[in-house]
């Protein structure tokens, strides 16, 4: 007799990595493919460089390398994996049990929606505190070479 995995086993390896969890469920193809999506986001979006240097303190540097667009997948894709992972262990799942899961995932891509919007009041805060310069475009170069930045005079 095959013994199905504990369901809280099946949530941490789906946390650690998108897909482990649907391999220890026994559903190979669909475990891979959610692990190969993983990796495909991680490299567009850049994240693991990010992180990389947001840990070395070069927070500008990584705020610029970022490609939220790709970004925006992360929060839905490791929401559906853990959620599935769980699903598939549990056996039988209540009618809305899905609603934490697909709640979740919503309000992390609407709240990185929302900072997208506010990144530029974060900028004015920040060059306010440091060197009293705000560039109110994504690269300092601006469009066509000129720079677009305002000193502040305090």
């Known amino acids: 007799m095959e013994q199905k995995p504990n369901k809280f086993e099946v949530l941490l390896w789906s946390i650690f990595l998108p897909g482990l969890g649907q391999i220890l469920n026994q559903k190979l193809v669909k ?3 959610l692990v190969i999506l993983v ?3 991680n490299y567009k979006s ?3 460089l990010v992180i990389f ?3 070395n303190g070069e927070l500008s ?3 610029l390398m970022t ?3 790709w970004l925006l997948f992360c929060p ?3 929401m559906f994996a853990i959620w599935d992972a769980y699903k598939e262990a549990e056996g039988e799942v209540s009618v809305l049990g899905y609603i934490p899961f697909v709640m979740t995932a919503y309000f992390a891509v609407v709240g990185l929606i929302f900072f997208l919007n506010f990144r530029s009041i974060w900028e004015d805060i920040r060059a306010i505190i440091h060197d009293n310069t705000v560039c109110y475009n994504r690269y300092p170069d601006g469009i066509n070479g ?3 930045c305002n000193k502040y005079n305090s």
């Open 146 to 148: 000129k720079k677009n």
């Open 67 to 69: 490609d939220y667009q």
């Open 76 to 78: 839905c894709l490791y």
């Open 31 to 33: 475990g891979f493919v």
């Open 39 to 41: 990796i495909i986001v």
């Open 61 to 63: 540097k990584a705020i």
């Open 46 to 48: 850049k994240l693991n």
């Open 53 to 55: 240097s947001s840990f």
